[in-house]
């Protein structure tokens, strides 16, 4: 499951997970940063398995919250 973090909250170790790899939702999507207590609007980070996919053409990725988030 990819998640969602702005700049400022952006960490690469997630509990289980690396998040390397960060895309833009697509249709200027308004995703808010997943981070406690943050409002900002986030990018969405994927783990390398993802990132694999995504260079496949997988475009939909869900993300905590939110169901088939389209990246760019």
């Given at each position: 499951m990819a998640l969602a973090r702005c700049e400022e909250c952006n960490s690469q170790d997630g509990l289980k997970h690396r998040y390397l790899h960060a895309h833009t939702p697509i249709l200027?999507?308004?995703i808010p940063?997943?981070?406690?207590?943050?409002t900002r609007l986030a990018s969405i980070l994927l783990t390398d398995v993802e990132e694999a996919e995504y260079r496949c053409?997988?475009?939909r990725f869900s993300v905590l919250r939110h169901r088939d988030v389209r990246v760019t």
């Amino acid at each position: 499951m990819a998640l969602a973090r702005c700049e400022e909250c952006n960490s690469q170790d997630g509990l289980k997970h690396r998040y390397l790899h960060a895309h833009t939702p697509i249709l200027d999507i308004r995703i808010p940063c997943g981070a406690r207590h943050c409002t900002r609007l986030a990018s969405i980070l994927l783990t390398d398995v993802e990132e694999a996919e995504y260079r496949c053409g997988l475009r939909r990725f869900s993300v905590l919250r939110h169901r088939d988030v389209r990246v760019t």
